[in-house]
């Protein structure tokens, strides 16, 4: 019997399958015992079922996620009002979805500006997406308002003092960072709540809902999306996507 249910354990192929509706009471918990001292005489078979379920489980995740990447496509990265930077004729493209206030955004910020300068060829899109509270949302309608008034080059400049912003996100804070950036601050803070800034962030928000995002930061690097940050880098994950497209 023990020799059975390793074949079952280690196989399972179809023509090895029990009916157990066949089985009798008294067969049903024989078989039951069974399979329960096989299973702590032989754990590691448990744990090898375990690594080959997660292992399909990652490739179906990694298969419905670059669906999504396709079905979005057009938002991702041709939205018309998220920031481009990087080289626009690259052949790959990263999108990262941030948040001012998430503290491994800020730890990650000088990486991906790093990574996208050294490599070259990396066409860099941000999108807001505040979900951690109100100053959350305060930093990113102040960003938002700062692309549209002042342009791409305030913008970024914006971005990369939000990121490294101490305290909270007053609108005080938020006028003399304008100021510092040579801006003027109170044509910033009321533009901070029109409906041309609402809708970018609406409109980012209704995309990381589609492609169910609940998490800051997550990347779309070419096809393939990336929730949380790369364990190998992002340098080195930048790399292993080249070369999988060939």
């Known amino acids: 019997m023990k020799r059975l249910i390793a074949a079952l354990l280690l196989t399972a192929t179809p023509a090895m399958a029990l009916d157990l509706s066949a089985m009798t009471d008294a067969e049903k918990a024989a078989f039951g015992q069974a399979v329960r001292d096989y299973l702590m005489e032989n754990p590691e ?8 379920l997660e292992q399909r489980r990652a ?25 481009v930077g990087g080289n626009p004729d690259g052949d790959l493209t990263m999108v990262a979805f941030i948040d001012y206030r998430c503290g491994v ?58 990121m490294t912003l101490r305290g909270p996100a007053t609108l005080e804070a938020l006028k003399t960072l304008a100021g510092d950036l040579g801006l003027d601050g109170d044509t910033i803070i ?29 990347f779309v690097i070419g096809d393939e999306l990336l929730r949380g940050v790369p364990q190998a880098g992002l340098a080195a994950t930048v790399a292993q996507l080249r070369a999988a497209r060939g």
């Not at 800020?106 to 490599?119: M, Y």
């Not at 009321?190 to 800034?197: C, I, K, L, S």
């Not at 609402?198 to 995309?207: G, I, Y």
Request: proline letters at 2%; charged letters at 25%; one cysteine or more.
């Open 45 to 52: 078979v448990l744990i090898e079922s375990i690594n080959v």
């Open 59 to 83: 490739a179906e995740d990694a298969q419905n996620d670059q669906q999504l990447v396709a079905a979005n496509s057009a938002d991702l990265f041709e939205d018309g009002h998220s920031w």
């Open 105 to 162: 955004c800020r730890r990650f910020n000088d990486e991906i500006h790093d990574v996208t300068e050294k490599d070259g060829n990396i066409r860099l899109i941000l999108k807001e997406f505040p979900i951690l509270g109100q100053d959350s949302d305060t930093s990113a309608r102040f960003a938002v308002a700062v692309q549209q008034i002042a342009g791409d080059q305030a913008y970024v400049q914006a971005h990369d003092a939000l």
């Open 190 to 218: 009321n533009a901070m709540n029109t409906e041309d800034v609402t809708a970018v962030l609406r409109s980012n928000r209704q995309l990381a809902e589609r492609m169910r995002i609940n998490g800051t930061p997550t």
